[in-house]
């Protein structure tokens, strides 16, 4: 079994990447944003609750992603690996991620942190909001998403950097060549 998790501020290009990724080692994703979008759009109760959070650009607490996560673990057991799209997300999350995964004897083999800079960050977002719709894509909301990010999600590099598990990728440039350059990192590590 092969384990990744793809790492990086909002904007980077985590969705983007992971569809290329899943294409090409058919590993199956496991996005918190897109399962969080969905009870949301389903109006489930933990949708009523991310929501709160979501349009404000927080984050959604750990305890509800943790229990996300662990019941999509269990909803597929035969298969080749799993790439964790914008999860981690807090190092509590990311403890939590290696208590899931060592009782299933399947560790996280690498993480691919990509980096991108804040003005491009913004630029993007902008752009996605004006294109999707997306309710958490407007400026302000943008600008509390990365103070998040700096505050509680940056951390977990350093935590798998502590691990040796960290391999960082530049994320600017075209979708083809960062793709590029994941694929090697994972290539390298299969
Ligand atoms: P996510 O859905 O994870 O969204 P994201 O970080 O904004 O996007 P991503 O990095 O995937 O960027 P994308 O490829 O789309 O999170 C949304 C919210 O959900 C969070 O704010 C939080 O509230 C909640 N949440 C999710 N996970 C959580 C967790 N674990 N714990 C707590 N809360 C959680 O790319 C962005 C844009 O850039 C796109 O428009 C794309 O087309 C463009 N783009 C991509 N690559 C490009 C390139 N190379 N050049 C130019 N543009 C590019």
Redesign the pocket.
Known sequence: MFNLV?F????????????NIIEKYQLVQL???????SEVKNETPLGLE?KK??D???????E??IGM?SSKLDENPDVKGFIF??????VA?AEALDNLLEFKKNPINVVIS?L?AEE??K???V??GE??G?S??NEE?IM??IK??HAK?SPVADYYQSKNKLVEVH?????D??FAAIATTIDSNL
């Open positions: 793809l990086g501020p909002p904007g980077s290009g985590k969705g983007t990447q992971s569809a996005s918190t944003g897109d399962i969080l979008r991310a959070f979501m404000q650009g927080m984050l959604v607490p750990d509800v992603v996560i799209d914008g999860f981690p997300r807090t999350q990509l991108v491009e960050l630029k993007r977002l752009h996605r294109v999707s997306r958490d894509d909301i509390n998403r998040e990010y999600t994320g600017e440039g075209t979708v060549e960062i």
